[in-house]
């Protein structure tokens, strides 16, 4: 069974940083890829960064060349490093992932972990 945990979130004042992790459990990063989603308040989640199982990433526009995705098998974590955080980056954060065949759209997920920017 495919188990996330995110932790790293809290206050951090704009312009700051944090770097969020995901721990996993059951997963191989070879299988399917794994995602950060974050949900403002009252709207759906949204798609944050991508990294594919083969290594490709993506970003959403609004935190291209600040924030940067990556994971550590050997740790069994996937990270969310964010710079220069801006008040508009305050969300609940999640990880995510899914199982192979791998679905467009991720089946498991962590319980998120929240980021508070103030200016």
């Known amino acids: 069974q495919v188990q996330l945990v995110e932790s790293g979130g809290g206050p951090v004042q704009a312009g700051g940083s944090l770097k969020l992790s995901c721990k996993t459990s059951?997963?191989?990063?070879?299988?399917?890829?794994m995602a950060w989603f974050r949900q403002f308040p009252g709207q759906e989640r949204e798609l944050v960064s991508h990294i594919s199982a083969d290594g490709p990433t993506r970003y959403s526009d609004s935190v291209k060349s600040r924030f940067t995705i990556s994971h550590d098998d050997d740790q069994k974590t996937l990270y969310l490093e964010m710079n220069n955080l801006k008040t508009e980056d305050t969300a609940e954060y999640y990880c995510?992932?899914?199982?192979?065949?791998?679905?467009?759209?991720?089946?498991?997920w962590g319980r998120g972990t929240r980021v508070s920017v103030s200016s």
């Open positions: 995510a992932t899914d199982r192979p065949p791998c679905a467009d759209i991720p089946t498991i």
């Open positions: 059951g997963h191989r990063f070879s299988s399917c890829g």
